[in-house]
């Protein structure tokens, strides 16, 4: 009996052996399956021709579309609205970005890209580089078509078959799948800064810099060319103020130098309306105030919190939802700070809201300052008297747009940010002591700078006559171009066949709806 009963358990031991190494060797298939390098055939700017091949990654990048809610920015800090009066005649534009999945509708079905319609204008704005960081399909057209061609286009050249977000093969190689970049202006970028290009970096710093290609400070450089046929075009295409290093003063060196600029002039991005101080400002400084945080500086990459590893079934992969490290923290966070969650949650709730009070106390002086020196040219200051005003404000908005404006600033270098955000007031105060000067020797010692809770109050006072009608003709546009774009994308083949945009809410129901 007992041999019989030894013999048996013999014989469980061997099966379950050979069933956990059919499980083991099943599961090594499937990581290798997910793993290897294979070439992805047909169109690979449509996302959805990469999904039999990647099923986990693409399922999960397929996720940012669950990150849907559209904030206004301005509703939050309406004393921006002060601060980039001028940037448009419809006012400013500010709002939160969503999830990749929507980095086309989103662009598109708003007041961004304003209303292209003449595919032949060369000189029509927006230009095509501005589907850039926004379509997977801008590598599809610039390899077709030719760069040169590309960048001297408007975007409604493209419209009708660039309607694909930000996907799959703008961070990897169709044929190898390695981290590849598509977008020369990084290159570019790089050696301007006196780094390696992105080829031969380690596979660690790829993971940072294939976001550096749109998570950074950038600006519009013209160039001229000839085509085939003699004529000539101007080409509108993306580079990047690296030139002086990358940091807060050094990109403000680069703008501040007219060497740098065709008309041998600083650079100006708006002259303030209230103010009329030729200001320069920094959107989009992800990348520039990432480097200079203790991650960066530790060899933590972006895709490290924001694309974490995760394990399915025994299979190793990255996640590719491309979400806020806090939405899985077990993934991100506490694989490098073991402890508790709650603990960690703290110490960021402290973070952001440091970030906030200096922030907003460098706004309002901005802001106020602002408005204290339209007050000044009213009263009849001259612009020798404005002079140090003027400069005061360009270098207190560069600040305070540079650390305000950037995704994540408070975690990725909180003290960084601080730093900047404390400069920029600094300068937001002296330009407010001169205006005292300027504003007691014209008689207007008195004036207050008025108080503002809302952006609709600040619109209001800015008196906007073209506002309203340019919001109506954007939502026209939304109806009638936008649509058809979307409609013609589906019908000619280039759109993924996973997307649907018909229930997505967009700057349109909320502006065009009223």
């Not at 849907?68 to 301005?74: A, G, P, T, V």
């Not at 404005?386 to 360009?394: A, E, F, H, I, S």
């Not at 207050?448 to 952006?455: I, R």
Request: proline share 4%; hydrophobic share 35%.
């Amino acid at each position: 009996m007992k041999r019989i009963l030894v013999l048996a358990c013999i014989v469980v031991a061997i099966l379950a052996m050979i069933f956990i190494g059919f499980d083991i060797t099943k599961k090594e298939e499937q990581r290798i399956a997910i793993n290897t390098p294979r070439g992805v055939p047909q169109m690979p700017s449509k996302s959805s021709d990469w999904k039999q091949f990647y099923p986990n990654q693409y399922e999960s990048f397929m996720h940012s579309k669950d990150s849907d809610k559209s904030i206004d920015m301005l509703d939050i800090r309406p004393n921006v609205t002060i601060v980039r009066a001028g940037e448009s005649a419809m006012g400013v534009k500010w709002r939160h970005n969503r999830g990749k999945y929507y980095s086309t509708i989103d662009a598109m079905f708003s007041m961004n890209s304003e209303f292209p319609s003449d595919p032949k204008d060369e000189n029509e704005y927006p230009y095509a580089k501005c589907l850039v960081c926004h379509s997977s399909d801008t590598i599809r057209l610039i390899e077709r078509d030719g760069r040169n061609e590309f960048f001297s286009r408007p975007l409604a050249a493209y419209g009708h078959e660039a309607q694909n977000p930000i996907g799959c093969v703008d961070c990897h190689d169709p044929k190898t799948t390695e981290l590849s970049v598509k977008r020369d202006h990084l290159n570019k970028a790089l050696v301007s800064a006196g780094l390696p290009v992105f080829e031969k970096m380690s596979h660690q710093q790829k993971r940072t810099f294939i976001c550096a290609q749109c998570h950074m400070l950038s600006f519009t450089s013209r160039y001229e060319w000839t085509d085939a046929n003699g004529a000539k075009h101007i080409a509108k295409d993306i580079a990047n103020p690296w030139g002086n290093g990358i940091g807060v003063e050094e990109i403000e060196a680069f703008y501040d130098d007219g060497a740098n600029f065709p008309d041998g002039k600083p650079a100006v991005h708006i002259t303030n309306m209230l103010s009329k101080a030729p200001t320069i400002i920094g959107d989009n400084t992800d990348f520039e105030i990432f480097v200079k945080g203790t991650h960066a500086k530790n060899g933590v990459s972006c895709a490290d919190c924001h694309l974490p590893y995760t394990a399915e079934g025994g299979v190793k992969y990255s996640y590719h939802k491309i979400s806020k490290p806090l939405e899985n923290m077990d993934k991100s966070c506490l694989t490098c700070h073991p402890g508790k969650k709650e603990e960690l949650m703290q110490i960021l709730k402290d973070k952001k809201s440091k970030y906030d009070q200096i922030g907003s106390i460098a706004l309002d002086n901005l802001a106020a300052a602002n408005l204290e020196a339209a007050k000044a040219w009213e009263a009849g200051a001259n612009a020798e008297e404005m002079k140090d005003v003027m400069q005061y404000l360009r270098k207190a908005t560069w600040r305070y747009t540079y650390a305000g404006t950037s995704h994540g600033a408070y975690f990725h270098a909180t003290e960084e940010a601080l730093r900047i955000f404390a400069d920029g007031n600094n300068y937001a105060m002296k330009a407010r002591i001169e205006l005292a000067k300027i504003l007691s020797a014209h008689g207007a010692k008195d004036y207050k700078a008025p108080k503002f809770k809302t952006k609709e109050e600040i619109y209001a006072f800015l008196n906007l006559p073209e506002r309203e009608a340019l919001i109506k003709k954007k939502c026209e546009w939304i109806d009638t171009t936008g649509r058809r774009w979307l409609k013609e994308a589906k019908e000619n083949g280039t759109l993924s066949e996973d997307l649907d945009f018909s229930n997505t809410k967009t700057w349109y129901d909320s502006e065009c709806k009223k």
